[in-house]
């Protein structure tokens, strides 16, 4: 008999059995039949049964390589007699197609979020290990109805029937003792208690921290007390008991077996819980992006309670958002980034307020949003895809922000602005400040290049964005998949978003391959299909607003993307086609169209102002004069359409950039063979714009008739102030043409003065302009600059989301604007005709401007710089700067009355430490014109120098020669104001290459003009402190110069430095309000730290004396801290240590650098001064012989309180002893230790330590045995400081009663045992 197969025998044995098998022709024991197909039928009924042939494995037919993993076809259910199956119908869709609920979309999220599973502890058990589970084990006894299930799932159905029983508290207790035990009962159930409390409460700290924005704390409706049983109450075993909504059926589908624990999820939500405390929990948000109260009570049927965690809550959480966005179902994923993109916007309108803790997006930012919405954009779905642009526009775009720069884009030089990038710089970066930003932009360093985007995105998130390759797929988006209008015009505000970021940005967007190109081609067409009102279902091949203001905003970077738009992109065709017919003419929406004008002839100023583009002015000349020619009539239309007035400013302020080319000539060759080649055929003559001012001014008349109507000057908008600002360009780009008589524009300035300004100077209504100043001015208004809430450092918005309150400096009843243009003509004009400087000039009497540049210079806080600020100062600034140049203008001709002259310098004063980067060039002027000029300083002829000598007689101890007095110094100054000028000139102007761009600009040079973006606003031109920059400045080239600075250099600086000093130390206090007097102090040091002989020069130590005497005025002293942190200082004990060193090294006792040393010292300072000198400068003591009639502060400032410091007593009176300290060597330091020693020694404070004790005890015995009678004398017997003194104290005769028997009782045992060591 052939043996079987056994356990542990190899293939080889296998086959070996089979040949045997095979051999012995044994009758095999089974059976092999094949079937037919089921669908074949009888086809193959003649075939003959396959009973003889025998299945024989032949190892030579096997392939050498495994079957490919191909799926199987899928099976399909036979269909049930009596019921056919359709052939084309999926069994799946018949059942997806009976879910008709609008959350279907939310009941299957495919991937589980097990970061909320709470986590229990295994059951205790007697055993190491639980028992081993084997598949042999007895299942008799089982229900029968576990039909198919697999052995697991019967012996954990066996072990949930088993557990479904729990025996009570009292069937346990008679197994353990007797049952009238109460104390093991209640044992058993307070032990019961406390491991329910337990596993709850480390289930909660087990809980994973995630991303969630918190609210407040909530305890349940129900009391706790209605889940504890009663007293008395019988214990019932715990059994599950579910209130399903419905009857369950077991003829229903798979419900044959009901496992309850899957059925849980069909109950009831939990009761709702209310709001108790103020602690913070978790925030939840609508399906509209909406922050729900913790306590809102919302029905099911609306989606919001499809999540496990706090499922009785309404809403989603941003962590559960978060996941969401990483579902199987593309639904989910695009409903996550619509709600979480509804979110951010409301967050950026301030909606959430005060309810949230911190920010949302910065919340959203830590977390990773930004790269998730990047790889949403790589998703397959197209709304998925369209829903992350969404979310990405609201993360990046401000709509307030591009609002507030359209709408002010007509202003005096509104076109201009700064960056919107993050104002700290990497270290590289801050090494390069005298490079050119342009410059800057075109290198990229190595190391940025090298960073990984999370690590941009940490620091700006546009860099990190342009890291990620995401101009590339936002132009595959565009050009491949065809989106629809909405997603089209998201891509769009990313795209301006990007360019307004910095040069650098937009650079990349404009060298993207195909990206312009696409947009161009795609949205700005120069012929389309007509479009009617409504919305437009398709964006392609339709002229497309946003994609003109693209290319704007792209132009605004520089002068060379510029250049190269206009010459690589066709747009002169498109600028003809779009500005050429009139917008109702467009064959599109009545909106659309006028915004796509309005863009056209924005993007045609923009390259007017870099001097390009003008050769279009010829072609569209006749177009351009019938546009003005109809201004007049949409002027008188009630009531103005805002579209309209923003067309019309926008046609002005082109028409203004035109005729400032035709006023200038090209001042040097171009090297760029683009743009030279645009500005060979960019020159504008002036015959060609001599012909607009009538029109213009018509325009002037008409919008100045509505100035005593408010409402209707308002609705006009910015076109007044664009029609001042023409003219001034005008009669500017007039005076400058060499081949026209100067007697034509004299004399039509005289007209243009007569006919409409001096009229209107009279005029009530614009005193109510100027009265209306104070309370638009962010200057006036700190507050109005407050940062946004939702304002991440790493994206930078100006904050606008909300939009601007009418009395703002952007609102709609802001006088800015318009004043700041009639500023600006009067200035063109008071400088071309000098005869109309007087007239013009009565503007600056107005009331209302006085009482506004009182308030901007007195003390107050200043608003705090964030980019809505920076943009509003700048415009402030510019009012200021333009009133203050007409001030000056008219004070060259007539003198000021002396307060407004006063007022006039200390503005300018205050303008120039204020200005911001990009303002260079009139930081340039304010010094050469108003900060320096004698007609502001009305004090020299009205007794000031006279004051100051008068008060110099009335303080302490002055007994100054009248030559040497702070009046002659004034005096002295008030003639070398040139030369303080030039100095400051050379050591306070900014960077070469900033002052020559800010100068193009605000002298309209439009060939050297290099980009319409300004510096990052990290902080002001000048420093607070900047009167003392010279000095500063000469201090640190000393100090990098070992052989020391030309004697001339440093003396004619140092003096030049203090004399302005002590100008506005005695006239205009109020400039260095912002410096504390310890930044005073220590650049006064700098004048002795420069070299060994500077302050030995007789002019520079009457300067130092003066000032110091300033700084030790009763009203100035008390403000002098030393301890607070000072502005370009790190530690001021460590400059007090050089100043010691220097002083030893160089001093030969000067009395005025010892002053100075002295001057720390004051006991109210720390005691870290006076230790360093008497512990390690004790050599500096001989040398500090300043007399005690020259001390400038009061005696009593040392020695008052007295000396607690046992260190320096100790140190005061070893230099004593030891002859270090003597009066005629120090007598200032000499009467100071005395008074604390003699305190010291006879103080009987009980609650002083026993060291303090011991030291005072020793120190006088020590005293009583000096051998040096007057230094006993004084020690014992001092009294009171007195600087009349020769000692500088008084002295008791005899001492006091007490203070005798004290030293007596101290000193008795000193013959007997000797004087103990210290």
């Known amino acids: 008999m052939l043996s079987r197969p056994k356990p542990g025998e190899s293939e080889v044995d296998l086959l070996r059995f089979q040949s045997q098998f095979l051999a012995a022709g044994a009758a095999p024991a089974v059976q092999l039949v094949k079937k037919g197909n089921r669908g074949s039928g009888d086809a193959n009924s003649d075939r003959p049964p396959l009973q003889d042939h025998r299945d024989v494995v032949m190892l030579n037919n096997l392939p050498d390589l495994p079957p490919a993993l191909v799926p199987s076809p899928p099976k399909r259910a036979r269909a049930s007699p009596g019921h056919p199956l359709p052939e084309d119908e999926d069994p799946e869709e018949r059942l997806r197609r009976h879910d008709q609920h609008i959350t279907a979309v939310l009941t299957k999220i495919i991937e589980r979020d097990t970061s909320s599973v709470t986590v229990k502890l295994p059951v205790p058990s007697a055993v190491a290990f639980p028992p081993v589970f084997h598949r ?119 419900m044959d077996t009901v496992e309850l624990e899957k059925l849980h999820w069909t109950q009831d939500l939990p009761p709702l819980r209310r709001q108790q405390t103020q602690e913070r929990m978790q925030a939840r948000f609508s399906l509209q992006g909406e922050l729900l109260a913790p306590d809102v009570d919302l029905p099911t049927h609306l989606g919001l309670h499809h999540h496990g965690e706090e499922a009785e809550r309404a809403g989603y959480s941003l962590q559960e958002l978060f996941h969401l966005t990483r579902s199987q179902v593309s639904q989910q994923r695009a409903l996550a980034l619509h709600v979480l993109a509804q979110v951010i916007s409301r967050a950026q309108a301030g909606e959430f307020g005060d309810r949230l803790a911190g920010s949302v997006l910065s919340l959203l930012l830590d977390a990773g949003f930004l790269f998730l919405l990047r790889f949403s954009l790589d998703d397959r779905v197209d709304g998925v895809i369209a829903a992350a642009i ?48 342009a410059e800057k932009a075109k290198r990229k360093s190595p190391e940025e290049e ?77 012929s389309w299909s007509p479009v009617g009102a409504g919305p437009t279902p398709n964006l392609y091949k339709v002229p497309c607003a946003t994609a003109m203001k693209l290319l704007r905003v792209l132009a605004s970077a520089g002068r060379n993307i510029a250049a190269r738009l206009l010459s690589s992109f066709d747009l002169r065709s498109r600028l003809c086609r779009f500005i050429a017919e009139a917008p109702q003419e467009l064959t599109l929406p009545p909106e659309e169209a006028e915004t796509l004008s309005i863009e056209a002839l924005r993007l ?52 203004t950039q035109l005729t400032l080319a035709a006023g200038s000539t090209p001042t040097e060759t171009i090297s760029d063979s683009v743009e030279a080649s645009l500005s060979v055929t960019s020159l504008v003559t002036w015959t060609q714009v001599s012909g607009l001012q009538p029109l213009v001014e018509l325009c002037l008349r008409q919008t100045l008739k509505l100035l005593s109507r408010p409402e209707m000057w308002r609705a006009v908008g910015p076109v007044p102030a664009a029609c001042l600002l023409f003219l001034g360009a005008f009669y500017q780009a007039w005076s400058q043409q060499p081949s026209l008589c100067p007697e034509d524009w004299l004399q039509d300035m005289e ?117 809505f600020s920076a943009w509003a100062l700048r415009h402030e600034y510019h009012l200021q700067y333009l009133a203050l140049a007409l001030a000056q203008k008219a004070a060259t001709l007539q003198p000021l009355p002396a307060t407004h002259a006063a007022l006039y310098h200390g503005m300018a004063l205050a303008l120039l430490s204020r200005l911001l980067p990009g303002s260079e060039y009139l930081a340039h ?132 430095v203090l004399q302005w000093v002590l100008v506005l130390e005695s006239w205009r206090p109020q400039a260095l309000w912002a410096v504390p007097p310890a930044a005073h102090l220590a650049r006064l040091m700098c004048v002795f730290l420069v070299d060994s002989e500077l302050f030995r020069e ?33 530690s001021f004990p460590d400059l007090y240590a050089n100043f010691l060193d220097h002083f030893e090294a160089v001093s030969f006792g000067d009395h005025l650098f010892g002053a100075l040393v002295l001057l720390p010292l004051q006991r109210r300072f720390s005691v870290t001064f006076r230790l360093t000198l008497f512990g390690e400068h004790v050599g500096a003591l001989r040398a500090l012989s300043l007399p005690l009639t020259q001390l400038p502060v009061s005696l009593e400032c040392y020695t008052v309180p007295p000396e607690d410091n046992l260190a320096l007593l100790q140190l005061y009176f070893r230099t004593l002893v030891t002859g270090a300290l003597r009066p005629h060597w120090c007598p200032v330091l000499y009467a100071v230790a005395v008074a604390h020693i003699n305190s010291f020694i006879f103080s009987q404070d009980p609650q002083s330590s026993d060291e303090v004790k011991a030291a005072r005890r020793s120190m006088l015995q020590k005293t009583w045995l000096l051998a040096d009678e007057g230094l006993r004398q004084h020690l014992l017997h001092y009294k009171l400081p007195n600087s009349m003194l020769p000692e500088g104290f008084e002295l008791y005769p005899q001492l006091p009663p007490l203070r005798q028997h004290y030293l007596q009782r101290l000193t008795s045992t000193v013959l007997q045992n000797g004087v103990s060591e210290t």
């Open 1098 to 1130: 007789s002019p520079v130590q009457r300067l130092v004396a003066a000032l110091l005497a300033q700084l030790c005025q009763p009203q100035v002293l008390p403000n002098l801290s030393l301890d607070c942190p000072l502005p370009g200082l790190t």
């Open 136 to 254: 042999s084990r007895d299942t008799q006894g089982k229900s029968a109805i576990s039909g198919k299930r697999s052995i697991f799932a019967q012996e954990i159905a066996a072990r949930r029937i088993s557990e479904a029983r729990v025996p009570s508290v009292g069937e346990v207790v008679p197994n353990l003792g007797p049952p009238e035990d109460p104390s093991l009962v209640a044992f058993l159930r307070s032990h019961s208690h406390t491991q329910e409390q337990t596993g709850k409460k480390a289930s909660e700290e087990q809980r994973p921290g995630g991303l969630s924005a918190n609210v407040t704390k909530e305890e349940p409706l129900m009391s706790s007390s209605a889940s504890e049983p009663k007293k008395g109450d019988k214990l019932e075993p715990e059994a599950p008991a579910l209130a399903l909504p419905v009857t369950l059926q077991k003829e229903w589908l798979h």
């Open 604 to 655: 045609w100023a923009v390259a007017a102002s870099y001097g390009q583009g003008s050769d279009l002015y010829r072609e569209l000349y006749p177009v351009v004069m019938r546009a003005l020619q109809v201004v007049p009539q949409e002027l008188s239309t009630h009531p103005p359409q805002p579209l309209s007035m923003q067309r019309i400013a926008s046609l002005l302020t082109l028409l």
């Open 390 to 437: 969404r979310a990405l526009r609201a993360l990046l775009v401000a709509p307030g922000d591009e609002e507030l720069l359209d709408r002010t884009f007509s202003w005096y030089h509104g076109a201009l602005m700064f960056p919107l990038m993050p104002s700290q710089e990497d270290k590289e970066d801050e090494d390069e400040d005298e490079e050119h930003p």
């Open 925 to 1056: 002027e304010l010094l050469l014109s108003c900060v320096f000029r004698l007609e502001f300083l009305p004090e020299r002829t009205t007794g000031g120098p006279e004051a100051a000598d008068f008060s110099d007689q009335l303080s302490l101890g002055s007994s100054r020669a009248p030559q040497c007095g702070q009046g002659a110094l004034l005096a002295q100054a008030c003639q070398d104001l040139p030369s303080i000028r030039s100095c400051y000139l050379t050591h306070c102007l900014p960077a070469q290459a900033s002052l020559l761009a800010s100068q193009a600009l605000y002298r309209a040079e439009l060939q050297r003009v290099p980009t319409l973006l300004l510096p990052v606003p990290t902080e002001p031109l000048l420093p607070t402190d900047w009167p003392f920059l010279p000095l500063i400045r000469l201090y640190h080239r000393a100090s990098d110069t070992p052989s020391g600075l030309p004697p001339t250099d440093t003396v004619g600086t140092a003096m030049r």
């Open 450 to 526: 090298r960073r990984p985007p999370p690590d941009l995105a940490r620091h700006d998130v546009i860099k990190g964005l342009l890291a990620t390759s995401l101009l590339p797929r936002l132009r595959y988006v565009l050009e491949v998949t065809y989106p629809g209008p909405a997603v089209v015009l998201d891509i769009l505000a990313v795209l301006i978003r990007l360019a307004r970021h910095s040069l650098e940005s937009a650079t990349r967007v404009l060298e993207c391959p195909r990206l312009i190109e696409t947009i161009v081609r795609e949205f700005l067409p120069t």
């Open 751 to 867: 007209r243009l003065s007569e006919e409409l300004l001096l009229p209107l100077l009279s005029q009530p209504t614009l005193g109510s302009l100027w009265d209306s100043l104070r309370h638009c001015s962010p200057l006036c208004n700190p507050l109005s600059c407050a940062p946004a809430s939702e304002a991440p450092p790493s994206l930078v918005s100006l904050g606008c989301s909300g939009g601007c309150p009418a009395l703002s400096l952007a609102g709609s009843a802001s006088p800015f604007p318009f004043l700041t243009a009639l500023l600006s003509l009067l200035n063109t004009l008071a400088r071309i005709h000098k005869g109309l400087c007087g007239q013009l000039a009565a503007i600056l009497a107005a009331p209302g401007l006085q009482k506004y540049f009182l308030q901007c210079v007195a003390p107050g806080a200043a608003p705090p710089l964030t980019p």
